[in-house]
DNA sequence: CCAAAAGTGTTAGAGATACACCCATGA
DNA sequence: TCATGGGTGTATCTCTAACACTTTTGG
């Protein structure tokens, strides 16, 4: 009961953003064998002086090359099936970032490539998306459909939704986070009453944002409050 | 970045039932260093050839004593901060298990004892709990503050409590789960048309239990339903 | 002045809270 | 027959779903 079968352990990271309305998820392009020119999660190895939690901020910073990344991140659960890497047991633990509409990745040390891809074309591709929505390396396609299913989950009990937009932000632009994850847009007048009754989720400003399109009267801009939880949740569909 | 620095993988056991009423967790002594003589949850490391879950179930076999373990498992989450075992570099896939009471369990292979603590008197202890409550030993402390609130929480949403009793129940025992989860009894009236108005949630036999102490009505017997999700959920305090 | 986007009001109904009350059983 | 525990009923209140409506702005 003494032996410890020496293994890798890995980050792998699920960011998410919403870009022109769609939840959008950040892959790169393999460089290297296994699994070279597939697309796959960003991740890696733990080094030896750090948890989980700061190799997955350091691979944050490193793979969407922004220094100091505005949003937020937690671990999502770790996968360890034996054959998950054909070169060795490596066990991963995934973790799930969210952010506002980041600039186009860099691609990194060891990737060929890397941008953001439509997470339901990825998942669910129906027409021309069917064609170019490519295999995911590893288990990372189990990954991203348990990420993305912590994320819709966490949208209707928590102020999660607020990571996702860049201070300060419009109630249109926050539902649209809503419409993005969901699929579908939560009632307006509902919407509004339920962040404007929720103590600590938005903090109003007077200022207002410019019009989005041509004609529209504009939205009163908001900041992240202090709440982080929503009681009741907000109900899905 | 090729570099994949050797780490130790194990599991740890948060392992619940009810007893006399309160929330319990079994915790072993450790018979070896680090921590000889401290108490700890019980777990042990990953085999070459399992994943973590299957880690956890032979575990839970071995520390419990029982061949066929009757109750629910599920991951919670990694720990991996690079000092919390000073032999080496050990990350700790945590798991949450629930079950029916339980008999006294064996003490394993490398553990000096293993018994039943009220989780309460573990991290809350008052009075005369005070004394005895021992450190835990490792970051298992955290591990279990982290686990009660997973179940607490998913308690709410689920139907997770019946995991708690041996089939069949009734509902008065079901609810005596949920006092003893919350620390508070949910109202006898809204818990029975909640459990009975949520389709799948138990499934009635036409048998009677025992009565409980002297005098009082027979109770009827339940079994688990198929359903999972308890929506809206059961509200807390 | 019209269309587009933001914001407000309103009504019906579901569900929860907090009880009071009735039933079955053992001593 | 009474205490004990199991089970039912109900008035009130809160919140939400669904939808109609008003306001502000650009062209």
Redesign the interface.
């Known amino acids: 009961?003494?032996?410890?079968?020496?293994?890798?352990?890995?980050v792998d990271l699920a960011i998410f953003t919403i870009r022109d309305g769609a939840l959008s998820v950040l892959l790169v392009e393999r460089g290297?064998e296994p699994y070279a020119g597939q697309w796959a999660l960003p991740g890696?190895?733990?080094?030896?002086?750090?948890?989980?939690?700061q190799a997955a901020w350091r691979e944050l910073h490193e793979e969407t090359g922004v220094e100091r990344f505005p949003g937020y991140l937690e671990?999502l659960?770790?996968y360890?099936?034996?054959d998950r890497d054909p070169r060795?047991?490596?066990?991963s633990?995934a973790h799930v970032a969210l952010a506002p509409d980041l600039p186009e990745p860099t691609a990194g040390?060891?990737a060929a490539d890397a941008r953001w891809w439509v997470v339901d074309d990825l998942l669910e591709p129906t027409g021309a998306a069917a064609e170019e929505a490519p295999e995911l390396a590893f288990d990372h396609r189990q990954i991203l459909v348990d990420a993305r299913e912590r994320v819709r989950a966490k949208l209707e009990y928590t102020t999660l939704a607020t990571e996702f937009v860049a201070e300060p932000f419009t109630l249109p632009e926050l539902r649209r986070v809503y419409t993005a994850v969901w699929g579908t847009p939560p009632d307006l007048g509902n919407f509004r009453r339920k962040v404007l009754g929720t103590e600590g989720f938005v903090i109003p400003t007077d200022a207002h944002g410019s019009p989005t399109g041509s004609g529209g009267r504009r939205a009163l801009l908001y900041r992240r409050g202090p709440a982080t939880v929503v009681q009741?949740?907000m109900?899905r569909g």
């Open positions: 009961m003494s032996e410890h079968p020496p293994f890798a352990v890995a290297e890696g190895f733990v080094e030896p002086d750090e948890d989980a939690e671990q659960r770790t360890s099936a034996p060795m047991r490596v066990v633990v040390t060891d009741p949740p109900v």
